[in-house]
C-alpha cells in the first residue's frame, strides 16, 4: 500500500494527476490519498520505541504501519484550514499537534519516504530556500530566488527521480535540464519545480524559483516517482539523494569588531535581560522592533549586491554582512495593522515576507545565531527530540502517540501513572491521564495525544550556552510546575550529565537550550524535552544565563 498524504486543497488535482499516471504503470498498485483530516479517526498509533508496532486509520478500518510500502508526501505541515471539522478557535493547535504526529510517524516508517520529513517540512527540503541556496552555492549555480524576473525570461521543469518533465521536455535546454537534476540531487530532493532565468554567469542558467513538485503535480512525473518506490527500501545507499555539504552553523560568533542583532518586543524578558547584558559588556546592538514592522524594509542579496542583504529600520539601515550574531525572539503579529481591507492585506503581506527574509537570512548566515530556524524547529516534535536525548545517553520515559482511547488507555494500565502533554511546539499543560474520565478521552479521536509514562523524581531545569550549563531544582507538588512552583535554587549537575547536556544540544544543532530533566531517587537521570528559546528569566539564575548569552553573542569566552 502507498500512501499519498496532501493537503485539503491539492486532493482534486493530486486525484486527476494519480488517474493519469496509474494508466502508465506495471500493475495496479494500492495507493491510498490521504488528507490530514484523517487523523481524527481513531486508530492512529505510534509509538517512538517501537515504530514497527504503529496503527493507522483508512477508510474506516485500522492496519499496521507495516502494510505501507511507500509514502509520497504533499504537504508541508497540516494547516489549519485541512481542519475544518475542528473547532475554528483549536485548528491552528490541532494542526500543530497533527504535524508533529506525522514527522514522528513518518520518520519511524520502515519504508521509502519521499521525500522524508525535516523539522521544517513534511515533504523534505524541497520548499526551503536556504536547502536550495546552499545547493546553489555548493555547485556555483547563480541564485537569484530573491529577484523578481519576468515570466519572458523564465522557463520552468519539473524534476522527478532524476528525470526532467514538462509540457515540452524536448525542448529544454540541456543547460538547464543538467542544472535542474544537479540542484536536486544537491539539496537532497527527489522532486521539485525549478524556473531559471537567462540572466547566466559562466554560461550556468540561474536559479530564480524552487518548490515542490506537489504545487502543479505532473502525471509524468507522479509517475516516475511511484514507479521509483517499490523498488527502494529504506536505508539503502539509493533511498534518498544525498545532500550538498551544507555550511555546519558556527559556534562562535563571527571574528572581528561584534555586533549582534536582536529582533523581537524589547520589553519581553529575556530579550530585554540579554540586550542589558550586552550593554554592560559594551557590546554594539541593533534593535530589531517587531512593532517597527510596517516601516521595516529588507533588500534581499541576489548575487550582485556586493554589501549583501540590507535591513532598514526606522533608526537607519544596516547592512547584514557586518552583524556578528544574532539573538531572534520574534512573537506572531505584533504590529497593529490598518482598518481598511485592502491596506490590512497589503500590510499583512509586508510583514510575512519581511519575516520570511529574516528567517532566510538567520538560516543561511555566517554570523552565530541563537537559534537558527531548522534547529529551533525540533521543538516541533518532541518524540524525535527524545529520540536524539536517548542516543545521547539519557533515560527517556516510555512513551506514545495516538488518537485512540482504547490505546491510551492500555497504555495506562502497562505503566500506571501516565502524563499527557503536547506532542508539538505550542505551549500546553503537562498532566496527569485519568483513566476514569470517560468524556475526555472520548474528545481524544479529534486530534493524537502525546503519552508519558510518569517519573517521580525531581524537576530539574537546565541552560546549556555554548558550552556553559547552568542548573535549578525545583520543589513542587503538582506534575507541571509552572502551575504552581515551589522552592527554585540553582545547583550542580554532576560532570557526566552536563556532558550529556551539551552533547544534546548540538547533536540538535543549537548552540542554546534550556532542558527539562526529572532526577529520580535512585539518581537516574531522565529527559523531558528541550527548547530551543528559553524563558529562561523565569529561574533565580536569570543574570548568570542573560550574561552567558550575552558573551556567547559577543564572542567572548568564559
Request: glycine share 8%; net charge positive; aromatic share 6%.
Amino acid at each position: 500500500m502507498i500512501l499519498l498524504i496532501a493537503h485539503r486543497a491539492a486532493q482534486r488535482s493530486l486525484r486527476a494527476a494519480l488517474r493519469a499516471a496509474a494508466r502508465g504503470l506495471t500493475g495496479c498498485p494500492d495507493i491510498r490519498l490521504v488528507a490530514p483530516a484523517a487523523l481524527s479517526l481513531p486508530g492512529w498509533v505510534h509509538d517512538p520505541g517501537s515504530p514497527a508496532a504503529g496503527r493507522l486509520a483508512l477508510d474506516g478500518e485500522t492496519c499496521p504501519a507495516g502494510k505501507v510500502t511507500a509514502v509520497l508526501t504533499a504537504l508541508d505541515a497540516v494547516w489549519p484550514a485541512d481542519l475544518p471539522h475542528v473547532r475554528a478557535a483549536d485548528r491552528a493547535f490541532v494542526a500543530g499537534e497533527m504535524t508533529a504526529f506525522l514527522r514522528g510517524w513518518l520518520a519511524g516508517l520502515d519504508c521509502p519516504v519521499l521525500d522524508p520529513p525535516t523539522a521544517l517540512a513534511l515533504s523534505g527540503p524541497a520548499g526551503e530556500r536556504a536547502a536550495w541556496s546552499a545547493a546553489a552555492a555548493a555547485l556555483g549555480v547563480p541564485d537569484r530566488q530573491a529577484t523578481a524576473v519576468s515570466r519572458l525570461r523564465a522557463q520552468t521543469v519539473t524534476v522527478a527521480a532524476g528525470r526532467v518533465f514538462g509540457s515540452r521536455p524536448e525542448s529544454v535546454p540541456a543547460e538547464v535540464a543538467d542544472t535542474a537534476v544537479a540542484l536536486t540531487r544537491a539539496a537532497g530532493v527527489t522532486a521539485a519545480r525549478l524556473t531559471f532565468t537567462d540572466d547566466r554567469t559562466g554560461g550556468v542558467p540561474a536559479l530564480s524559483a524552487a518548490i515542490p513538485w506537489w504545487y502543479a503535480p505532473d502525471p509524468l512525473a507522479l509517475r516516475a516517482l511511484l514507479e521509483r518506490v517499490p523498488a527502494r527500501r529504506r536505508g539503502a545507499a539509493a533511498d534518498a539523494p544525498a545532500p550538498a555539504g551544507r555550511r555546519a552553523p558556527p559556534a562562535a560568533a563571527r571574528p572581528g569588531r561584534p555586533l549582534v542583532l536582536l529582533w523581537g518586543v524589547p520589553e519581553e524578558g529575556p530579550l530585554a535581560a540579554v540586550r542589558a547584558a550586552l550593554g554592560a559588556l559594551g557590546t554594539p546592538v541593533v534593535l530589531a522592533d517587531q512593532r517597527d514592522g510596517l516601516a521595516a524594509r529588507f533588500r534581499p542579496a541576489d548575487g550582485r549586491q556586493p554589501d549583501g542583504p540590507l535591513l532598514t529600520l526606522p533608526g537607519g539601515s544596516l547592512p547584514l554582512s557586518q552583524v556578528t550574531a544574532a539573538y531572534p525572539r520574534p512573537y506572531p503579529s505584533i504590529p497593529e495593522l490598518p482598518s481598511d481591507l485592502p491596506a490590512r492585506r497589503t500590510a499583512r503581506r509586508h510583514l510575512i515576507r519581511l519575516e520570511h527574509e529574516l528567517w532566510h537570512w538567520l538560516g543561511t548566515t555566517t554570523a552565530l545565531v541563537a537559534n537558527r530556524p531548522a534547529p529551533a524547529a525540533s521543538n516541533g516534535t518532541k518524540s524525535l527530540q527524545s529520540r536524539v536525548a536517548g542516543d545521547c545517553g539519557f533515560a527517556v520515559p516510555e512513551s506514545l502517540l495516538t488518537n485512540d482511547p482504547e490505546t491510551a488507555l492500555a497504555f495506562a494500565a502497562r505503566h500506571g501513572r501516565v502524563i499527557y502533554k503536547g506532542a508539538g511546539g505550542s505551549r500546553t499543560i503537562t498532566g496527569l491521564l485519568d483513566p476514569a474520565d470517560t468524556s475526555r478521552l472520548a474528545r481524544l479521536g479529534t486530534c493524537p495525544v502525546y503519552l508519558q509514562r510518569y517519573v517521580a523524581g525531581t524537576n530539574v531545569r537546565v541552560h546549556v550556552v555554548g558550552t556553559e550549563v547552568f542548573a535549578v531544582e525545583i520543589t513542587s507538588d503538582t506534575v507541571d510546575y509552572r502551575l504552581a512552583p515551589g522552592e527554585l535554587r540553582p545547583a550542580r549537575l554532576p560532570d557526566g550529565v552536563a556532558d550529556r547536556c551539551r552533547t544534546v544540544i548540538a547533536a540538535l544543532g543549537l548552540v542554546l537550550a534550556g532542558i527539562d530533566l526529572i532526577r529520580t531517587p535512585a539518581s537516574e537521570w531522565f529527559f523531558l524535552e528541550a527548547n530551543p528559546s528559553p524563558g529562561f528569566t523565569f529561574y533565580p539564575d536569570r543574570d548568570l544565563v542573560g550574561m552567558a548569552i550575552a558573551r556567547l553573542l559577543s564572542g567572548q569566552v568564559a
